[in-house]
């Protein structure tokens, strides 16, 4: 389907009653659709319509959980260039920070909780969940707070959107779901952050899975796509287009598309919740910062440490090189799982072939 894209403006918190839109060949039916114009800041759309679709069916199927103690203003988010407040949907939780999650297994079974990479959401694991669910395991997925649907606190003395943070956060979810003892997948460039919480509480990790993140010198650089949203005003402004900030953004990451169905789950926090660009700013400034170090301190640690660990890599990876992989892997003692015609986004661009890959290494490892 040829990708469309309406023009979205209009105060804070609005909503707008559309009807039929035709744009070229492609008709794109709006009847009585809830359009959100979120905060006022988000300017580029997309089709939507009243039937449901992708983005409601995994919205149902979520779970919020409160972790992580709300520092600042109780509630209060205001946008970080003007300090005006910002609309209903950028708002966080009364007294804590609130996650969206999706889990699938039994409760009583051996837990697993599968974390995301930036600009990406809980969703791309969907087709991960079931596989292991249906061999044994607990699934969980959640949204990092600043992304997906969990919460957007303000930048700031509110939430550093660094490395530190997200792993103080990370353990306030586990404590919060009362998991004593995880196994974690990690992908992508937040995957330094699981690596800090998980060396930290040893005790508390059954095994870990590297997916796709930076662990070499050479992986130290946000690859321009991601570096984008840092700059200086331009990252702000491109932050709040939803096609920009998201799939356009995915889609650079390795060789495959995303489906226009799938993209728009991907867009929607963009187009209700003008934080969320913010947010996306917040972190990829933290990571052009902080990601050198935090690497160096990763290869140091994991190097001594006696947790089974696994590196899996899709070999189609647009951002990450390949180069230095293999000789971490080797320095780590870590085995290293190659996965051909995966990207960057492995779990969004074969889920099955990385859900399989997961399913068989975590039985190995049992």
């Known amino acids: 389907m040829t990708r469309q894209c309406q023009q979205l403006w209009g105060g804070r918190g609005q909503k707008s009653r559309v009807g039929r839109l035709q744009m070229g060949k492609d008709d794109y039916y709006l009847v009585d659709a809830?359009?959100?114009?979120?905060d006022g800041f988000s300017f580029a759309g997309g089709m939507y319509s009243q039937e449901p679709g992708p983005y409601e069916e995994w919205q149902e199927r979520g779970k919020i959980v409160e972790a992580y103690a709300l520092r600042g203003a109780k509630g209060e988010v205001k946008d970080p260039i003007f300090g005006l407040k910002m609309g209903e949907n950028s708002q966080t939780g009364e007294s804590g920070l609130r996650w969206f999650y999706v889990e699938e297994g039994e409760e009583s079974a051996p837990p697993v909780v599968l974390l995301h990479g930036v600009p990406s959401q809980a969703y791309s694991y969907r087709k991960?969940?079931?596989?292991?669910?249906?061999?044994?395991?607990?699934?969980i997925a959640p949204d990092w707070l600043g992304f997906g649907f969990s919460d957007k606190p303000q930048p700031g003395p509110s939430f550093s959107y660094g490395?530190?943070?997200y792993q103080k956060a990370l353990g306030s979810f586990l404590d919060a779901l009362s998991l004593e003892k995880v196994t974690l997948v990690a992908q992508g460039h937040l995957a330094p952050a699981a690596i800090r919480w998980a060396t930290s509480n040893p005790d508390r990790v059954e095994r870990l899975v590297l997916l796709n993140a930076p662990v070499t010198s050479q992986h130290a650089k946000l690859p321009g796509a991601l570096s984008t949203?840092?700059?200086f005003l331009l990252g702000e402004v491109f932050a709040q287009d939803p096609i920009k900030a998201s799939d356009s953004t995915l889609n650079s990451c390795g060789p495959y598309v995303l489906d226009e169905q799938d993209a728009m789950v991907y867009r929607r926090p963009y187009l209700t919740a003008g934080m969320a660009g913010f947010?996306?700013?917040a972190v990829t400034r933290a990571l052009n910062k902080e990601l050198k170090g935090a690497i160096e301190v990763c290869q140091k640690e994991?190097?001594?440490?006696?947790v089974p660990t696994t590196?899996?890599?899709g070999r189609k990876d647009y951002w990450l090189k390949f180069d230095g992989v293999q000789e971490f892997a080797r320095s780590a003692n870590v085995p290293l799982v190659e996965l051909d015609q995966v990207g960057h986004h492995a779990q969004e661009d074969y889920g099955e072939v990385v859900g399989e890959a997961l399913r068989m290494e975590l039985r190995r490892q049992a």
């Open 279 to 281: 947010a996306l700013t």
């Open 311 to 313: 590196l899996m890599w």
């Open 229 to 231: 949203f840092s700059t």
């Open 163 to 165: 490395l530190d943070e």
């Open 302 to 306: 994991l190097a001594r440490w006696s």
């Open 128 to 139: 991960v969940l079931p596989i292991l669910a249906e061999a044994g395991y607990r699934v």
């Open 34 to 38: 809830d359009l959100s114009y979120g």
